[in-house]
């Protein structure tokens, strides 16, 4: 069976710009998290999605929005992208249906902005 | 908001020694875990705690949930090379809603050979 799987790996933006970021969970797994991982630091959550419902929220600015499809992939949008919002952009999909925290994480997709 | 801080930032060590590592918190957790990243990979997880007082073994590793809910520990027993890596705790609070995990800053292990 497939993992958790992301798209792209990396790209490269300009201030000012927006951004997609694509993720497909395990086959079977239904909630989906984004979490942003700055260089040298840990994960930061940025949304949950469970049933195409948002269920939880980090503290990140409204130009950060999330949705989720009823095939349960999921899209993380960045608009007006600063240079701080340069990081690892990982998702992970989580089994069942209560928040145990035992996600299963993609390799991520990379952004830099320039 | 809530912070965990992780220790040591690096561990230098030779193959076949112990390894122990640790994070404390301001606030309580219902739920710590443990998680290893490999560069270029997302993390994976190594061990789940849910009780108070909880010590958990996976192979070479064991862990346990702090009695006051606010620290855990990561202990590796006789190292080896595929052991290095970016070791993560990370805490859970559902207060009833589904938060996300809060992540330490992450020890980085580095075997000598």
């Known amino acids: 069976d497939a993992g958790v799987t992301q798209s792209p790996t990396h790209l490269i933006k300009t201030r000012g710009q927006h951004v997609t970021l694509r993720c497909s969970p395990i086959s079977g797994h239904k909630s989906v998290s984004w979490y942003q991982q700055v260089l040298g630091q840990g994960p930061q959550f940025i949304f949950q999605?469970?049933?195409?419902?948002?269920?939880g929220r980090g503290n990140f600015p409204d130009r950060f929005s999330a949705r989720q499809f009823p095939n349960y992939s999921s899209e993380l949008n960045v608009n007006a992208l600063l240079l701080g919002d340069s990081a690892l952009y990982l998702c992970?999909?989580?089994?069942?249906?209560?928040?145990?925290?035992?996600?299963?994480f993609g390799e991520g997709s990379r952004l830099t902005v320039l | 908001g809530q912070q965990l801080n992780q220790s040591p930032q690096s561990m230098f060590i030779q193959e076949g020694e112990d390894v122990s590592m640790n994070c404390t918190s301001s606030s309580i957790f219902n739920t710590w875990l443990w998680y290893k990243q490999d560069p270029g990979e997302g993390p994976v997880l190594l061990i789940a705690?849910?009780?108070?007082?909880e010590l958990t073994s996976n192979g070479r590793l064991t862990a346990q949930f702090g009695i006051t809910r606010k620290d855990s520990f990561l202990n590796i027993s006789a190292s080896i090379p595929s052991d290095v890596g970016i070791y993560f705790c990370?805490?859970?609070?559902?207060?009833?809603?589904?938060?996300?995990?809060?992540f330490g800053k992450g020890t980085h292990l580095i075997i000598q050979p």
């Open positions: 992970a999909s989580l089994r069942g249906t209560g928040n145990t925290g035992e996600l299963f």
């Open positions: 990370a805490g859970l609070f559902s207060g009833g809603g589904a938060d996300g995990l809060t």
């Open positions: 705690l849910y009780k108070a007082g």
């Open positions: 999605y469970y049933e195409k419902e948002e269920r």
